[in-house]
Nanobody, 126 residues
């Protein structure tokens, strides 16, 4: 499975962005049965969990810093996962990665993810 993240950019604090993660694979491989997650890595920081969603769209979990501002969703018919980011802050500046889990459940643990996208840069200025 290949994951392609897109939608990043440079914005001002308070702005919104929507990231997309499109999946593709051989023999029509889809991510409809996989839990999916978004992670990020800020400058000089370790990668951290952002949000996750189960295969049916349930079981969403968010990291504390983004609760109430970010929303993860998925469209299995389009083989795509989204991350709606509102009220962006400078501390949200990072490369954002989408990932497909080994299981169908949502998970905040990066060790549970097998497939990773290449990342998309989000820069928030004050």
């Amino acid at each position: 499975v290949q994951l392609q993240a897109s939608g990043g950019g440079s914005v001002q604090a308070g702005d919104s962005l929507t990231l997309s993660c499109a999946a593709s694979g051989r023999y029509g491989r889809t991510i409809s049965n996989n839990g999916m997650g978004w992670f990020r890595q800020g400058p000089g920081k370790e990668r951290e969990f952002v949000a996750t969603i189960g295969w049916r769209g349930a079981g969403t979990v968010y990291a504390d810093p983004v609760k109430g501002r970010f929303t993860i969703s998925r469209d299995n018919a389009k083989n795509t996962v989204y991350l709606q980011m509102n009220s962006l802050k400078p501390e949200d500046t990072a490369v954002y990665y989408c990932a497909a889990a080994l299981s169908s459940s949502s998970s905040a643990d990066a060790r549970g993810y097998k497939y990773w996208g290449q990342g998309t840069q989000v820069t928030v200025s004050s």
